[in-house]
């Protein structure tokens, strides 16, 4: 099943990217021969374009949240970069910190386990619409978990939003869902599912 899932994700972002370059075709703005020869060869068409997210080739530095339920804590440190209008990249690391009980329990049925588990993420994004001080976008984060005595990862496609506010547009916050996992663990720990993501960067 997982398998299945997760070779669904390559062309539903390919159907992403191909919609994103057919809108950006679209919107082109017509230039003629005399604003060509009026135009700085150091200014080109993507910093004029008001439809380009504005920290687009900027270097964001940030902190995530992902809470999943009362017994669960993520928290990140990241780097996001927008490449382009095509593509962006998220890396980060942070900790997992739990607590629940039940049949997977190592300690058994009715105690708590408490662990912690340092968590490495990254994520491409692909924007499917784009604005000035705004991107939604489609991801797919990948999440390693590495702790002790467990081990597990978290495969999370989905769905994102990042705002850049216009009155210090160096400032964005993002809220992300993920919804339909594909996750593995060992020892029988359960690997925490984080469906939501929120944060702020400052790019620079």
Do not use: C
Not at 5 to 34: E, K, M, R
Not at 74 to 99: E, L, P
Not at 124 to 141: A, K, T
């Amino acid at each position: 099943m997982k398998n299945k899932f997760i070779l669904i994700l390559f062309p539903v972002f390919l159907i992403f990217f191909l919609i994103n370059s057919i809108s950006y075709a679209n919107d082109l703005p017509l230039i003629n021969n005399s604003q060509n020869l009026n135009t700085s060869g150091s200014k080109d068409l993507k910093n004029t374009s008001s439809d380009l997210y504005i920290n687009n080739g900027n270097i964001g530095l940030g902190l995530s949240w992902s809470p999943a339920n009362s017994a669960l804590f993520s928290g990140f440190a990241d780097v996001r970069y927008w490449f382009n209008r095509w593509f962006g990249i998220d890396g980060g690391v942070g900790m997992i910190s739990s607590s629940y009980g039940g049949t997977d329990n190592l300690l058994g049925a009715g105690y708590l386990n408490t662990f912690h588990l340092t968590t490495f993420q990254i994520q491409g994004m692909v924007p499917i619409v784009e604005r000035q001080h705004f991107v939604f976008y489609g991801d797919l984060d990948i999440v390693p978990e590495i702790g002790s005595p467990s081990f597990g990862y978290e495969i999370l496609p989905g769905i994102g939003i990042e705002y850049a506010f216009p009155e210090y547009s160096k400032m964005s916050v993002y809220f992300q869902l993920n919804p339909i996992p594909a996750w593995g663990y060992t020892n029988g720990n359960y690997v925490a599912y984080t469906p939501v993501f929120m944060g702020i960067h400052f790019y620079f």
